[in-house]
């Protein structure tokens, strides 16, 4: 499985944007898929995930409420809409996603196997 993010860029605090990661294999729900976010000299983090069996999701407590993850399988594709955009959620995003992930494990970057290259996200002021 390849994975590519994309439809960053730059933006106002307070828009929205919308991240793809399409997968050029079959990412049916037999896999976690997670976004990730890498700000300027901090860790890698979780930010959202689709479970692994299904449409059941988690996020990050910094973005519950303002961002949404989705997919459309028949497109091999799953989104970030993010709403209500702030300062600190510039970051680097990367989409990752695992096959055998299990709950317990699902915000922990170095559990997913396949990863995007990741797509710049500036929210300014």
């Known amino acids: 499985v390849q994975l590519q993010a994309s439809g960053g860029g730059l933006v106002q605090a307070g828009g929205s944007l919308r991240l793809s990661c399409a997968a050029s294999g079959r990412i049916s729900n037999n896999y976690a898929v997670g976004w990730f976010r890498q700000a300027p000299g901090k860790e890698r983090e979780f930010v959202a995930a689709?479970?692994?069996?299904?449409?059941?999701?988690l996020y990050a407590d910094s973005v519950k409420g303002r961002f949404t993850i989705s997919r459309d399988n028949a497109k091999n594709t799953v989104y970030l809409q993010m709403n209500s955009l702030k300062l600190e959620d510039t970051a680097v995003y990367y989409c990752?996603?695992?096959?055998?992930?299990?709950?317990?494990?699902?915000?922990?970057?170095?559990?997913?196997?396949?990863w995007g290259q990741g797509t710049l996200v500036t929210v300014s002021s």
């Open positions: 689709f479970k692994r069996g299904g449409g059941s999701t």
């Open positions: 990752a996603a695992d096959r055998n992930i299990i709950l317990s494990q699902i915000t922990r970057k170095s559990e997913y196997d396949y």
